[in-house]
């Protein structure tokens, strides 16, 4: 449950954050990933008083606490004007392409303006592993060409 695992939280509920969960390539909760494979996050949802358009974002930091990836409804230009009640704002990734690692998860609901309904700071930990031992933070499709001449 969220509120075991969350360790700092903000803002003034008139959103809130009701579950969050890391889901693998089959649906199924996990915080173990393989990089590379299908991922999603999922953020439940309470609408308890009428907002400003809600922005739902996360935020993905390594374990020594670099800054590796975030996203939200409003970079990326999914529209949030008609939500009411209870619901899921899912993220889904292709390929969850992180180098092996510790990371931590925060999620938020805010106005486009950053004014924060509800903020969940390194609200769970996840691990990623992989048989390859690349540097850095995340491993981007790529291949290697030789040309001879």
């Given amino acids: 449950m969220l509120a075991k695992r969350a ?3 903000w803002g003034t509920r008139e959103i809130e954050i009701t579950s969050v969960r890391l889901l693998d390539g089959d649906g199924e909760e996990t915080f173990l990933f393989e990089s590379g494979q299908p991922a999603a996050i999922e953020i439940g949802y ?3 008083q009428p907002a400003e358009t809600p922005v739902f974002g996360i935020g993905i930091y390594r374990g020594d606490g670099a800054y ?3 996203t939200n409804t409003y970079i990326d230009g999914i529209p949030t004007d008609d939500l009411d009640g209870v619901g899921v704002v899912r993220v889904a990734f292709d390929r ?3 180098i092996e690692g510790t990371y ?3 999620v938020a609901v805010h106005t486009k303006y950053g004014y924060a309904y509800d903020y969940h700071l390194h609200c769970c930990t996840f691990v990623v592993r ?3 031992k690349d540097g850095g933070v995340f491993r981007p499709r790529h291949r290697w060409e030789i040309v001879t001449h």
């Fill in 7 to 9: 360790k700092r939280r």
């Fill in 46 to 48: 309470r609408i308890n």
């Fill in 68 to 70: 590796c990836y975030g």
């Fill in 96 to 98: 969850f392409a992180f």
């Fill in 104 to 106: 931590t998860l925060d």
């Fill in 130 to 132: 992989s048989r390859l």
